[in-house]
Nanobody, 123 residues
Framework: QVQLVESGGGLVQSGGSLRLSCAAS????????MGWYRQAPGKPRELVAG???????NYADFVKGRFIISRGNIQNTVDLKINRLKPEEKADYYC?????????????????WGKGTRDTVSS
């Protein structure tokens, strides 16, 4: 069974930086897409940044050049560099992997999620 494991969260001062890493284990396939989401207390989960199945990168508008997503050297790994963190960006960050199943005309997208890593930003 495939598992995604995040690491790198922690306490950082306002304006500081963090680097989050995500690695998959237990699978023999390559994710078609991978990315990072975050969920702040009392708010829905939202996309932060991700690689699409075509290899392009999507960033949320609030990133504004502060976040950088990159693939690791090992298959099914993805990192997120977060710069100039704001106090209101305290959140749990989740790694996501997507796999397309079935024929193209009836493709099913299966989502895989890590358990999350928490970033706490002190003002």
């Amino acid at each position: 069974q495939v598992q995604l494991v995040e690491s790198g969260g922690g306490l950082v001062q306002s304006g500081g930086s963090l680097r989050l890493s995500c690695a998959a284990s237990g699978g023999r396939f390559r994710f078609d897409a991978m990315g990072w989401y975050r969920q702040a207390p009392g708010k829905p989960r939202e996309l932060v940044a991700g690689f699409t199945s075509g290899g392009s990168i999507n960033y949320a508008d609030f990133v504004k050049g502060r976040f950088i997503i990159s693939r690791g050297n090992i298959q099914n790994t993805v990192d997120l560099k977060i710069n100039r963190l704001k106090p209101e960006e305290k959140a749990d960050y989740y790694c996501n992997g997507q796999r397309g199943l079935g024929p193209v005309e009836r493709i099913e997208i299966r989502d895989y999620w890590g358990k999350g890593t928490r970033d706490t930003v002190s003002s």
